[in-house]
């Protein structure tokens, strides 16, 4: 059975800390792991990845994949009020997006 | 341009009751999806589509029916709401390319309270 695990399931950081975020997955026929960003509503796209040992940037937020290890993390350096939310992990197999839990994430001023 | 349209955006049913969410692209993606999340549980697939005429089976399909008679749209129908229904639905699209997947759009979602 396929499945997506992130940890941890929350966070409480104070703004300007560094926070990183973990996925581990067991997917069978893996096309890519992505990063969403969901707050009060939908999930919006953060990060693609599809090959190992390649940093995405954005801004503050990185992410790296080991497919390997089968794992991804998220960082977020210099942390803002603005990025609390809950940050999913999702892993693409052949035909499904499977989701993690989620971890939520809280910045406190 | 719209991106993905859920209607509606709440509902309050009955026990019982059957309902159809609306879910529109104009994006002429290819590959749908419908997702619920419960507390704690991130998103769960429900069912999905790979074009027109062609559905599939998610992770939580008993009590939900799909059908997709075009490229546009991916109604999900609740045949006889329960309680365990209750959850906040989401409506998904993307481009189903040869190349690879692309990430997907969400809509916006639709909360659904089971009485």
């Known amino acids: 059975e396929d499945k997506v695990v992130q940890s941890p399931l929350s966070l409480v950081v104070h703004e300007g800390d560094t926070v990183t975020l973990n996925c581990s997955y067991e997917?069978?026929?893996?096309?890519?792991l992505l990063w969403y960003k969901q707050e009060k509503k939908a999930p919006t796209f953060l990060f693609m990845l599809?090959?190992?040992?390649i940093e995405k940037k954005s801004g503050r937020l990185s992410s790296i994949l080991d497919k390997k290890e089968l794992f991804s993390i998220l960082n977020i350096t210099a942390t803002q009020t603005g990025d609390s939310a809950v940050y999913l992990c999702?892993?693409?197999?052949?035909?499904?997006?499977?989701f993690g839990q989620g971890t939520r994430l809280t910045i406190n001023p | 341009n719209a991106g993905v349209t859920q209607t509606p955006k709440f509902q309050v049913l009955k026990t019982g009751q059957s309902m159809t969410l609306q879910c529109a692209q104009d994006?002429?993606?290819?590959?749908m999806s419908w997702y619920r999340q419960d507390p704690g549980m991130g998103l769960r697939l429900i069912h999905y589509?790979?074009?027109?005429?062609?559905?599939d089976q998610g992770e939580v399909p008993n009590g939900y029916n799909v059908s997709r008679s075009t490229t546009e749209d991916f109604p999900l129908r609740l045949l006889s709401a329960a309680p365990s229904q209750t959850s906040v639905y989401f409506c998904?699209?993307?481009?189903?390319?040869?190349?690879?997947?692309?990430?997907?759009?969400f809509g916006d979602g639709t909360r659904l309270s089971i009485l």
């Open positions: 998904a699209s993307s481009p189903n390319r040869p190349s690879g997947w692309q990430p997907q759009h």
């Open positions: 997917v069978t026929n893996f096309r890519s």
């Open positions: 599809t090959s190992s040992g």
């Open positions: 999702a892993v693409q197999g052949a035909q499904k997006l499977v």
């Open positions: 994006m002429n993606h290819e590959y």
């Open positions: 589509s790979v074009g027109a005429g062609i559905t």
